[in-house]
């Protein structure tokens, strides 16, 4: 089950912030990785891209974003088709829960970093 193409939304180059740990695990765990931030950086040889980039064949959305920052991009997660939605402690988001899963998403409330670390990814 190696190399789930994962977005990283809620990206930050500032290696106290989970969404950079989750980053580097992931690339260490041999998985595609693309970032998107508010700002540029880079993460583990990943740069961070800080416009919404178009998506194709994602397995997971992590986020990293509160639920209100989350809104802006509704439509854009579900137009890009991922298998599941990971929301990380704090993002949690029942509103956009319901959205993912009329769009037959995944949504799961899980920690990215716990499930890497104990191979549930």
Do not use: W
């Amino acid at each position: 089950m190696k190399n789930k193409k994962t977005v990283v939304l809620g990206a930050s180059a500032k290696p106290d912030k989970y969404a950079y740990k989750a980053i580097s695990m992931l690339v260490a765990k041999g998985h595609a990785v693309l970032a998107i931030g508010q700002n540029a950086g880079e993460v583990a040889g990943v740069k961070i891209q800080t416009k919404a980039i178009p998506l194709k064949n994602i397995d997971t959305i992590s986020l990293y974003l509160n639920p209100a920052r989350q809104r802006d991009y509704y439509n854009y997660i579900v137009e890009s088709k991922p298998k599941r939605v990971i929301f990380n402690p704090g993002t949690e988001n029942p509103e956009f829960y319901q959205l993912l899963e009329l769009n037959n998403i995944n949504v799961e409330v899980a920690c990215t970093l716990v499930l890497l670390a104990t191979n549930q990814y």
